[in-house]
């Protein structure tokens, strides 16, 4: 009975698996193996990902740190700062000085013309004093010659004379030295001219010597 009873057991223990059975268990095994491959495909997607950002960071950290750690390149730059500093400074003192020597040739020019208007003042008060009669004379007429190519030269230098007859009185322009009675003008304006005033340019050569309306 024993021996029986142990065939039997034996022999169901080796019964063959069945084809839906094997089917089954392929299904299984492709399932488990797919999953498999897309852990490790996913797993060594990670891994890339995270060496390609190691690199980058490790790349922008090794160029930020050569540039900070560079001396040469450091020294150059302060060099060059300093160079364009000391060129726009040269440059503010060139343009400075050629003002300064352009105020100062002026200066020269004013001062020399001032001393030639006595001369313009004695020519005017010669040709005034001249008699009528001999005004047309040779004489006279070379004088009076004279006289007008003076007054261009100095037109041409820059000096004008300043009106003063008939305009309104200008403490800039006009130094009164008296006052006078006239029916022709309004208070305040320069009734006569005692001498003749002058500008150089935009500045006041000497001042007219005038007589204002009371």
Known sequence: MGNKENKEVHGKAKKPVSEADKEVLENIMEELEKE???KEEKAAEETASEENVTEAEAETSEETKKEKKDPL?????????????????F???????DKEKAQMFEQGQANVLEKLLPVVDNFERGLAAVPEAD??????????????????QLED??????????????????NAVMQV????????MVAQEL????????????HSMVGVSQ
């Open 36 to 38: 498999a491959e897309e």
């Open 73 to 89: 390149k450091e020294k150059i730059d302060e060099l060059n700062d300093k160079v364009m500093r000391q060129m726009a400074e």
């Open 91 to 97: 440059e503010n003192f060139r343009k400075r000085t």
């Open 135 to 152: 005004k047309d004379g040779a004489f006279a007429d070379g004088m009076n010659k004279i006289y007008k190519q003076l007054m261009k």
């Open 157 to 174: 230098l820059g000096v004008t004379p300043i009106e003063a007859v008939g305009k309104e009185f200008d403490p800039n322009l006009h």
């Open 181 to 188: 009675e006239s029916e022709e003008f309004e208070s305040g």
């Open 195 to 206: 001498q003749k005033g002058y500008m150089f340019h935009e500045t006041v050569l000497r």
